[in-house]
């Protein structure tokens, strides 16, 4: 019977729908997390020629199609933008508007991330919470003996060094750049807030912060999830729902094949 | 009284297939895009039933054979017709999101020919030009839709289907109709193959940021499936009861006590 195996595609399409809501949840206070959506297609269709079906001036039996279920094809990041949520750290950067923090990963590929919570290592560079250089173009280290770090919304970033006369000396360390991809919903999550670039995200454009329609930078704000708990928890309803109604797909089939099964007494 | 064992028997067949269709539209109740299945049943051709061997009134050459009454043997399958009534559109924000307002259909291109599609969850591949999520190429009026990759504005989908990157005008998504949506069939992937050449559609609307959502209401498919599942029972036991007449009749009729 197929019924049942159609209505079991279901129940773990929306198994999978469930796991992926939980994840949103779980990562409603990651700085800089991105929800996902899970999508669904229906299955190949089977052209029947049906048993018992009335030849001979009838339409043809390939009309009858009978479909196999659902299958899960793609869960969909949504790159909205969150809400910046002040920190007072200048430590904290959030981008307003598109655009991705690059960072190196050990052995030098290049990840993107849109959490903008960094530190300084021992060695005065920017890093991301997992210890990842942030990469800038001119980049130096910054001076042990700097007071203050100032991050300007063009991403040139400022030391400020304020000697024993009060003096303050402002040296330019550097400055961010950021990457666009022409398919953001392309890039392949790889956990600790990083991003990989893909073959379907597209190669990565580098630009300065503010130019040809890439975000500016905010020092002392970080970019809050853009998990919308309400729609969230909707959809965890109806994969609830949808999950229940599947399995009773599958409680009719069987009681009717237990009927079959009770022709002969 | 055997007749009638197949009758209720090709009640069951049709009962299975129905409960399969409502299996399938069950599932996916929350495909975008995705329109409902009905199955389409008839009764078998109708017999004349008349008496046999009823003697010759005498001088007439041929019986007159007094009729019964007339009888169908069952029910048979057949077609599934798809019910194209308009989802509900549910908003996602994500810009690659499509929705038709009103009738039409998205044109794919697709390894056997054009596909059509309501399911507007699209994307882009490495060389920027817009997809399915399976990668079949979407048209537009003057071909395919292809984003240069230096564009950081974002993509613009206009009411009217006008594609634009920032200023830039890059097309018009193709879509479609058809006079007769009976020629569609499905090709699983929220695709439609057609027999037919479609018509330009008018009237419609594009709405960015928005999917189509499955046009399955759970109730109809729940209370179908209710009945289905009764309707099998009942041939079931209409099926247990020629048997017990049956039995009775090998076994009992003319038994000595």
Same mark, same amino acid.
């Given at each position: &019977?197929? %019924?049942?195996?159609?209505?079991?595609?279901?129940?773990?399409?929306?198994? $999978?729908?469930?796991?992926?809501?939980?994840?949103?949840?779980?990562?409603?206070?990651?700085?800089?997390?991105?929800?996902?959506?899970?999508?669904?297609?229906?299955?190949?269709?089977?052209? #029947?020629?049906?048993p018992g079906?009335?030849? =001979?001036?009838?339409?043809? %039996?390939?009309?009858?199609?009978?479909?196999?279920?659902?299958?899960?094809?793609? !869960?969909?990041?949504?790159?909205?933008?969150?809400?910046?949520?002040?920190?007072?750290?200048?430590?904290?950067?959030?981008?307003?508007? /598109?655009?991705?923090?690059?960072?190196?990963?050990?052995?030098?590929?290049?990840?993107?991330?849109?959490?903008?919570?960094?530190?300084?290592?021992?060695?005065?560079?920017?890093?991301?919470?997992?210890?990842?250089?942030?990469?800038?173009?001119?980049?130096?280290?910054?001076?042990?003996?700097?007071?203050?770090?100032?991050?300007?919304?063009?991403?040139?970033?400022?030391?400020?060094?304020?000697?024993?006369?009060?003096?303050?000396?402002?040296?330019?360390?550097?400055?961010?750049?950021?990457? !666009?991809?022409?398919?953001?919903?392309?890039?392949?999550?790889?956990?600790?807030?990083?991003?990989?670039?893909?073959?379907?995200?597209?190669?990565?454009?580098?630009?300065?912060? =503010?130019?040809?329609?890439?975000?500016?930078?905010?020092?002392?704000? #970080?970019?809050?999830?853009? +998990?919308?708990?309400?729609?969230?928890?909707?959809?965890?309803?109806?994969?609830?729902?949808?999950?229940? &109604?599947?399995?009773?797909?599958?409680?009719?089939?069987?009681?009717m094949?237990?009927l079959a099964?009770?022709l002969r007494? | &009284?055997i007749r009638g064992l197949y009758t209720a028997a090709a009640g069951m067949a049709v009962a299975t297939r129905?409960?399969?269709?409502?299996?399938?539209?069950?599932?996916?109740?929350?495909?975008?895009?995705? *329109?409902?299945?009905?199955? #389409?049943?008839?009764?078998f051709?109708?017999?004349?039933?008349?008496?046999?061997?009823?003697?010759?009134?005498?001088?007439?050459?041929?019986?007159?054979?007094?009729?019964?009454?007339?009888?169908?043997t069952g029910a048979a399958?057949?077609?599934?017709?798809?019910?194209?009534?308009?989802?509900?559109? *549910?908003?996602?924000?994500?810009? $690659?999101?499509?929705?038709?307002?009103?009738?039409?259909?998205?044109?794919?291109?697709?390894?056997?020919?054009?596909?059509?599609?309501?399911?507007?969850?699209?994307?882009?591949?490495?060389?920027?030009? #817009?997809?399915?999520?399976?990668?079949?190429?979407?048209?537009?009026?003057?071909?395919?839709?292809?984003?240069?990759?230096?564009? /950081?504005?974002?993509?613009?989908?206009? /009411?009217?289907?006008?594609?634009?990157?920032?200023?830039?005008?890059?097309?018009?998504?193709?879509?479609?109709?058809?006079?007769?949506?009976?020629?569609?069939?499905?090709?699983?992937?929220?695709?439609?193959?057609?027999?037919?050449?479609?018509?330009?559609?008018?009237?419609?609307?594009?709405?960015?940021?928005?999917?189509?959502?499955?046009?399955?209401?759970? +109730?109809?498919?729940?209370?179908?499936?209710?009945?289905? &599942?009764?309707s099998y029972?009942a041939n079931q036991k209409a099926i247990q009861a020629h048997d017990?007449?049956?039995? *009775?009749?090998?076994?009992?009729?003319?038994?000595?006590?």
């Amino acid at each position: &019977m197929r %019924a049942l195996w159609s209505a079991a595609t279901g129940m773990l399409a929306q198994q $999978l729908n469930v796991d992926t809501v939980a994840n949103n949840l779980a990562n409603i206070n990651t700085t800089g997390f991105k929800a996902s959506r899970l999508e669904f297609q229906d299955l190949i269709y089977q052209h #029947l020629p049906s048993p018992g079906s009335v030849q =001979g001036g009838q339409p043809p %039996a390939a009309l009858l199609q009978v479909g196999h279920g659902v299958q899960p094809v793609a !869960t969909q990041r949504l790159f909205s933008q969150g809400s910046l949520e002040p920190t007072d750290n200048p430590l904290d950067l959030a981008i307003q508007g /598109r655009g991705f923090f690059q960072v190196e990963l050990p052995g030098g590929t290049r990840a993107y991330t849109r959490d903008g919570s960094f530190k300084l290592d021992a060695e005065g560079n920017l890093v991301t919470s997992n210890g990842y250089r942030l990469v800038l173009e001119d980049g130096e280290e910054v001076p042990l003996e700097a007071d203050a770090l100032e991050v300007a919304a063009d991403g040139t970033i400022t030391a400020v060094v304020r000697d024993d006369d009060g003096e303050v000396t402002r040296t330019e360390i550097g400055r961010i750049n950021l990457a !666009t991809f022409i398919n953001p919903a392309g890039l392949q999550a790889m956990g600790q807030n990083l991003f990989l670039a893909t073959p379907a995200s597209g190669e990565p454009e580098t630009a300065r912060p =503010g130019e040809g329609g890439v975000g500016y930078i905010q020092q002392g704000y #970080l970019e809050a999830s853009n +998990v919308n708990v309400v729609q969230e928890m909707v959809a965890l309803i109806v994969a609830q729902r949808a999950y229940e &109604m599947n399995s009773k797909a599958i409680q009719a089939s069987d009681e009717m094949m237990g009927l079959a099964n009770n022709l002969r007494r | &009284m055997i007749r009638g064992l197949y009758t209720a028997a090709a009640g069951m067949a049709v009962a299975t297939r129905w409960q399969e269709v409502l299996s399938n539209n069950l599932t996916n109740a929350s495909t975008p895009g995705y *329109k409902g299945d009905r199955l #389409l049943t008839q009764s078998f051709p109708g017999l004349m039933l008349s008496r046999l061997n009823d003697q010759k009134p005498p001088g007439w050459r041929v019986s007159l054979r007094p009729q019964v009454g007339w009888l169908a043997t069952g029910a048979a399958v057949r077609r599934t017709a798809v019910d194209f009534t308009p989802g509900a559109l *549910k908003e996602t924000g994500s810009p $690659l999101d499509l929705a038709i307002s009103g009738s039409g259909f998205f044109v794919v291109q697709t390894d056997a020919g054009e596909a059509y599609t309501r399911a507007g969850t699209f994307t882009l591949d490495q060389a920027g030009r #817009l997809v399915t999520r399976n990668g079949h190429l979407v048209l537009g009026v003057d071909g395919v839709l292809e984003f240069p990759s230096t564009d /950081r504005a974002g993509i613009v989908v206009a /009411r009217d289907g006008s594609v634009r990157s920032g200023e830039r005008v890059l097309g018009r998504l193709r879509i479609v109709d058809f006079t007769d949506r009976s020629v569609l069939t499905k090709m699983g992937g929220g695709l439609f193959r057609a027999v037919d050449v479609p018509v330009e559609a008018t009237g419609y609307e594009i709405l960015q940021g928005y999917l189509e959502e499955s046009n399955v209401q759970a +109730v109809v498919e729940m209370v179908r499936m209710i009945e289905t &599942m009764r309707s099998y029972e009942a041939n079931q036991k209409a099926i247990q009861a020629h048997d017990q007449a049956l039995g *009775k009749a090998v076994n009992e009729v003319g038994a000595s006590s």
